[in-house]
């Protein structure tokens, strides 16, 4: 099969659980899981064995948008004049030269596994709505407080929980199976089994447990680039990590979940025999980030007073007051000549001439 | 299905569509190749990188996401009618196919010579994001 030149073509790496698919893969796409409105809906496909995967793009010789500033000042990415990164793509066929490809866009998409628990979370606290990011670690994060908090069922087949997604979420949760969405179900909600159907309830405790067994998955295998200090106490530098570790999820839960799984303890709510304490945690590392801070101010009194080190005090504080230079004025007397009688005294002598 | 190479070249091609360029330009320079024999062991911290030319400047490229059970293939997304289809986006709101046409046997991301930091350090980061997805989502 050769390519055909009328349509445009994209490049797709896609997992041997979807590969096999070679005649064709359908893509539907869900709301983002983390309800921040500035996001864009999740693409993903259904592979063998109901498990899901999310289409994401990349492209290389593109700064980041966390690292863009730095970037830009190390003069590290250059782009288009129409802001494009600087990267197209050559299709070689290694058999035959003459058939080659030339695409402008240096673009490619990757599927990569997807839990839909998370979609679930969002759709759990539909009412927690931030505009960016950003938003999660800015202001209030009391548990409870970011938005109002939505109705729930109180237990619901997972056929039902099925129609209820698809009637008051979103349509496209018709594309997911029901084995797909009775498993993920099962890991944030309260099996009740009775006439020989199982119900369930998805609880908010239920959902922070899901998360910090998250949390701990994460902590094993923290990626190697995150920029952590090698001098810090061991304490801290735990505390650093389940920090790092948690705000790792921000980008796939609501800002109401990411509060609970801030403000868990595991000597105030017992969770499933868990032991990791987030809260401490993040107190750690916020003192440690305070008393920073007030040392840092200490170090610039203290210089600025090494700097006025020798001058009197009240000589700091009073204005110097301005010294006028008065100039000295030559009074000359003028003697009025020619008028008195011992006016010859004064007068010049004449030069004889010889 | 035909596979082909994928090459992510440092430079922009303001165009889509086929070309012959290829015939006689490209080559791999330190691979047995057809064209030139020329060998030549391009390695960066015992990195094996593939080096060709454009136009006479050399660049340096290193594979990626060939040993992790992933496929690459060249899918069709759309005609040119459609503006859509523009940045080889696959369409998010409604239900789209994936169409596979052609196969990629490997994908070879490239920078200018002088510039490997760069490429190795973007590859490695990919990985890295590839792994902590891996985590969060099994």
Known sequence: MTVDKTTLSSIVALPSALAKYEQHITVFSLPHPSNTSSKQRVRLMLGSNGQLFELRSHVFSKSCKYNAKSDLADDKYHYTTDDQPIKSVFLTNKEDRSDSYVIESGCFQFAAKYDLTFNLIGYYHRNSIVAEERDYTRGTTEPQTCGQPAAHPPCLTARDYHDLLVDSHDPAWSGVPLETLQSHLSNIAEPIEEAGEIFYKITSNKITAYLILKVQKILARLPKSLPMPNNLPQELSEALKVVMSVNLLISLIPKAAYSNLVHFSPEQQSVDSIQLNISKAFDTYHNHQKSKLISEKEQELQLNAAMTVGLSVNSAKQPKKKVVKKSAINKKVNVASGKGSIDGFFKKSKQSKI | ?138
């Open chain 2, 1 to 138: 299905m035909t596979e082909y190479t994928a090459h992510f070249i440092p430079c922009k091609v303001r165009y889509n569509g086929a070309t012959e360029e290829f015939v006689d330009n490209f080559h791999c320079d330190n691979e047995d190749d057809l064209t030139l024999k020329r060998k030549e062991d391009d390695s960066l911290n015992g990195e094996k990188l593939c080096v060709r030319h454009i136009r006479g400047r050399k660049i340096v490229g290193k594979k990626f996401l060939g040993s992790d059970g992933y496929q690459t293939f060249l899918v069709k997304t759309g005609t040119r009618e459609g503006e859509d289809g523009e940045t080889g986006q696959i369409s998010l709101d409604t239900t789209s196919k994936i169409e596979p046409i052609a196969k990629i046997s490997s994908m070879i991301n490239y920078e200018r010579d002088g510039n490997e930091e760069r490429l190795l350090e973007e590859l490695e980061k990919f990985q890295q994001f590839l792994d902590v997805s891996d985590v969060i989502h099994s």
